[in-house]
């Protein structure tokens, strides 16, 4: 009787899938995918760019600022006032600090707010800004 039962035990055990393969394969396409994925910062808001015939697309790691036409300032997706604007280009240029900035103001936000956001650029001490257009 003992020999009959040994004799199951072995057979269950030799019924068992190994999952270790199948583990690997799936980490190492999750890690493909995490790597391959491109990650799009965004500022937050909608803008209507104005157009312009020189306007050029930038592909690096960019610090994006949105104003809209109720002149309001969007970083990384959060309403932010206009003194708060070098605080937070000094704390995502530290993030990365071989970003550019990129102002996105929409056609019909106030001129005077856009200078405001550029000084406060400036005082961050980001000498590499640019103003967000769409080629005609």
Do not use: C, Y
């Not at 005082?123 to 590499?128: I, L």
């Amino acid at each position: 009787m003992a020999r009959r039962r040994h004799l199951n035990l072995a057979e269950e055990e030799d019924t068992e899938i190994n999952m270790t393969p199948m583990l690997d394969i799936v980490f190492i396409m999750l890690i493909f995918f995490i790597v391959t994925t491109s990650f799009v910062k965004e500022s937050g808001i909608t803008v209507d760019q104005p157009t312009a015939e020189t306007a050029q697309r930038q592909e690096s790691s960019n610090i994006l600022i949105g104003i809209n036409p109720a002149g309001e300032v969007w970083i990384d997706k959060r309403s932010v006032d206009v003194r708060a604007v070098r605080a937070s280009v000094e704390r995502l240029r530290a993030e990365n600090p071989d970003s550019a900035v990129i102002i996105q103001a929409d056609q019909k936000a106030p001129s005077g707010l856009l200078v405001r956001v550029m000084d406060q650029v400036r005082a961050a001490g980001v000498e590499d800004m640019a103003i967000a257009a769409s080629p005609e």
